[in-house]
């Protein structure tokens, strides 16, 4: 095996080098590793260079000036050194593995895990290559994959921590979350004052319903890495959970003193506020943090959105005019929002038009042609989005809209809401159907502690649940969750097939939950119309119904009238009345909404999207 180190000494050299002694090349490279121990690189890479003009291909000072280009934070040369020093010497498992963590850090993930997995090749009992291509994978958005790398490690080495670690931010990716939490508490009991574990272990048992256990670990997490904004984000994501809404706040301030152009920062701590109706201070953050940073197009495109969503189409546009003439294609998207919500139509299909192929722009410019009633022009635009992702929701609503006002007969193929809509009445094991909806009311109203709807969803007039609703541990919403995945095996299988429908061709009988939550809504409280565009279908249960249900269709549920506001236009395809126990399945992308309803009691929901496994 083959391997330099800055803490070791070279190895032997392999034939066929220019002319230069074993002796003269040890002693170089020794005096260049011991220069490079002491911090020295300037120095060290002198005699490195040196080395290479006698000898340039020489992989061992190729290797070494890889790593003191690694320490000194150049990792485009660092992978360049690398890969000539395996050009020069293939058979050296610690240069891929070097050259491994140079592609990580410089966000190549899919090379790193070849360069990592070339290493194990070579030596496959290289325990930090395997983590690290574990690491790698992660990064790669491939958590099943880091986890079959690391069971067989700690099956080997069960007090390999890191190991252990790494496994437990795998399975949590992978949705394994208790499992997540025994390899996270392994690795903590190997290394107890490990800040990243204690951290991983945190906001894994948060993920899990489990705050009051996390909170501890958070904190001492907090205290023993004061620098990490990440950190504290976690915190103000955990202190919300448990009510602390002022200790949150301060949490999610601090992560951004940390790091003031943190976007998913400033959208929970101007989330919290807005839910909490503390809009004094709303919005400031953004408005601090590009004091200092006024061309971060990441800050000026989510104030704007902010703007947008509270209905001060004005404001985002002032905010983002003076950009204008060198926007990004989100910025020509955003501003473009901002001009039509002003009133300035033509305006706002230019800056579209000027967004290019941007996906939001495709799909937004296509939508207020529609709106505009010229549904001929939006066509090629949503074929466009379509054709990089056949099923993109949200483009899929907009061309059922289109194909219907041109006359398109695929319009009903698409839209067949009489075979596409579930609508059944779900059993609970003790056949009680009303009392088990009044104690999962009564289960859900703890998890409902807003003051008002969140800014960026459809609800009107009430609260919605944060986080994954299914994951919680009441056995409640554990035993409702497992009779609505068994009404959807079933749906799944009684559906037609057809390779060719965007809907259809999905189902393979297999489905995964990707996002639950509750709603509760109050006296002239409503859903606007919608579609979920993460999802491919969505459902909702229905948990407590005023009585008004049962006049003049009030807290009714509507398919087929869109959200675009198209007066005579639109059209209202099936109505639902709701009643406790009912599950009504649908795909992601038919528009939907409810009737508002005037009655002193509530509607609690439970909804759900669910994408093919």
């Known amino acids: 095996m083959r391997q330099i180190r800055l803490d070791q000494g070279p190895p032997s050299r392999p034939s066929g080098q220019p002319r230069i002694s074993a002796v003269e090349l040890g002693d170089a490279l020794q005096h260049a590793m011991a220069l490079a121990r002491e911090g020295r690189t300037g120095p060290a890479e002198t005699i490195l260079q040196r080395l290479l003009e006698i ?305 939001p722009a495709l799909r937004e410019g296509a939508r207020s042609r529609i709106i505009l009633d010229r549904p001929e022009e939006s066509l090629p635009r949503i074929e466009a989005v379509l054709a990089a992702d056949r099923y993109d929701q949200q483009a899929l609503a907009l061309q059922g809209i289109a194909w219907r006002f041109t006359a398109d007969p695929r319009e009903t193929w698409l839209n067949d809401v009489e075979q596409f809509v579930s609508a059944d009445l779900l059993t609970p094991t003790d056949g009680d159907v009303s009392s088990f909806n009044a104690r999962l009311d009564a289960a859900l109203t703890a998890h409902h502690r807003d003051h008002q709807h969140p800014l960026d969803q459809t609800l009107r007039g009430g609260t919605q649940t944060s986080d994954d609703l299914f994951a919680r541990p009441d056995p409640l919403i554990a035993e409702v969750r497992a009779m609505i995945e068994a009404r959807i095996r079933a749906w799944l299988a009684a559906l037609p097939r057809d390779a060719n429908h965007p809907f259809l061709s999905r189902n393979t009988g297999r489905f995964a939950f990707s996002g639950s939550w509750s709603v509760r809504l109050r006296s002239t409280g409503f859903h606007e119309n919608h579609i979920h565009p993460e999802g491919w279908i969505s459902a909702c249960y229905y948990v407590a119904l005023p009585e008004a249900v049962t006049r003049d269709q009030q807290g009714w549920l509507k398919f087929g009238e869109s959200g675009l506001r198209l007066g005579q236009r639109e059209r209202i395809a099936r109505m639902i009345r709701p009643e406790p126990g009912l599950l009504v399945l649908f795909p992601s992308y038919f528009y939907h909404g409810t009737v508002p309803f005037e009655d002193a009691g509530h509607r609690t929901t439970i909804a759900f999207d669910i994408v093919p496994a």
């Open 55 to 359: 000898s340039p291909e020489n992989p061992d000072a190729l290797q070494l000036l890889g790593m003191i280009a690694r320490k000194t934070g150049r990792n485009v040369d660092a992978a360049s050194l690398f890969r000539r020093s395996l050009a020069a010497f293939p058979a050296q498992p610690h240069v891929h593995n070097n050259l491994g963590n140079a592609l990580v850090d410089l966000g190549e993930p899919g090379d790193a895990v070849h360069a990592y997995r070339q290493a194990l090749r070579l030596a496959p009992q290289y325990d930090e290559a395997r983590v690290n291509l574990a690491i790698a994978l992660l990064a790669a958005a491939d958590a099943a994959a880091a986890c079959a790398a690391l069971i067989p490690l700690v099956a080997r080495d069960p007090r390999n921590a890191r190991a252990w670690a790494t496994l437990g931010q795998a399975r949590r990716e992978n949705g394994q979350l208790p499992e997540a939490i025994l390899a996270l508490r392994t690795a903590l009991s190997l290394r107890p004052d490990h800040v990243p574990t204690m951290h991983n272990l945190g906001v894994a048992l948060r993920m899990a319903g489990q705050p009051e256990e996390a909170l501890p670990l958070l904190n001492r997490a907090c205290q023993g890495d004061p620098s990490s904004a990440e950190i504290a984000y976690n915190l103000g994501h955990c202190l919300q959970d448990l009510e602390q809404v002022d200790s949150a706040i301060r949490a999610y301030e601090r992560a951004i003193v940390l790091r003031p152009t943190d976007r998913a920062a400033h959208q929970s701590l101007n989330g919290l506020l807005w839910r909490q109706g503390r809009t004094d201070h709303w919005l400031a953050s953004y408005r601090t943090a590009l004091a200092q940073h006024p061309g971060d197009h990441g800050l000026l495109y989510d104030l704007a959105d902010q703007l947008l969503l509270a209905g001060d189409a004005k404001s985002a546009a002032a905010l983002l005019a003076p950009h204008s003439t060198s926007a990004s294609p989100s910025l020509h998207y955003q501003y473009g929002r901002a001009l039509w919500s002003s009133g300035a139509p033509d305006a706002a299909l230019a800056q579209f038009d000027a967004a290019g192929d941007f996906v």
